[in-house]
């Protein structure tokens, strides 16, 4: 996963729920020169999310309920690939 380009993250999970694999795993591989926010929910009604913005201000949610890690690296990938690119092209 390419986290050079994240500056801001939220995590909101339940840590003991089986749904918060996803959100546990993804913490572990969050850079530390990002924000990092998080909220522990204690209700099975509140729903899990991860919100990332990227130093580029563009802001990527994702459920990590509904979403293996394998998912959730690919989603935020998508921007992350962009912006690589981009910086690739301004060298």
């Not at 990527?60 to 912006?83: C, G, I, Q, V």
């Amino acid at each position: 996963m390419i986290t050079k380009y994240f500056a801001n993250v939220l995590v909101k999970f339940n840590p003991f729920s089986p749904a918060a694999k996803s959100s546990r795993l993804f913490l572990a591989r969050v850079p530390a020169s990002a924000k990092l926010n998080y909220k522990i929910l204690d209700k099975e009604t509140d729903i899990p999310e991860i919100k990332v913005e990227f130093k580029d201000k563009h802001v990527m949610t994702a459920n990590p309920a509904e979403m293996s890690l394998e998912e959730l690296k690919e989603h935020f990938n998508s921007h992350s690939r962009r912006l690589s690119i981009k910086d690739a092209i301004m060298e």
